[in-house]
């Protein structure tokens, strides 16, 4: 699916979770502006926002383990740019543009061609 950019995205994470299968962690509070995902606090302390359908939490804890690979990283995109859509999950989209780079970004900053 291909989308075209309509508002410019540059993340506020420079430094993105990313865990692996069976990766556990610490989870805290769903997002109150796009349910569905979920603040991780990596074992290396690096913290961000992850898919709950990621994620199985430990019932009595505030634990997690990953029931998928994930990276969090964002794209940075301009006004125009062309993107592949590859995934989409409550409200964002992970995206590739035309210069190999892929990532995360929200739903609202793109119209589908």
Not at 14 to 23: D, G, L, T, V
Request: aromatic share 10%; net charge negative.
């Amino acid at each position: 699916m291909i989308a075209v950019v309509i508002k410019e995205h540059i993340s506020n994470y420079p430094r993105p979770i990313k865990f692996k299968s069976a990766e556990r962690f610490e989870v805290g509070i769903e997002d109150p502006e796009y349910p569905g995902w979920i603040w991780v606090i990596t074992r290396e302390g690096n913290e961000g926002w992850a898919p709950l359908e990621y994620i199985e939490i430990l019932p009595g804890t505030r634990g997690g383990i990953a029931k998928h690979d994930y990276c969090a990283r964002e794209l940075d995109v301009e006004l125009g740019e062309r993107l592949q859509i590859d995934d989409r999950h409550c409200g964002w989209l992970k995206a590739s543009n035309s210069r190999g780079k892929s990532g995360w970004i929200p739903q609202a900053c793109v119209e589908f061609a």
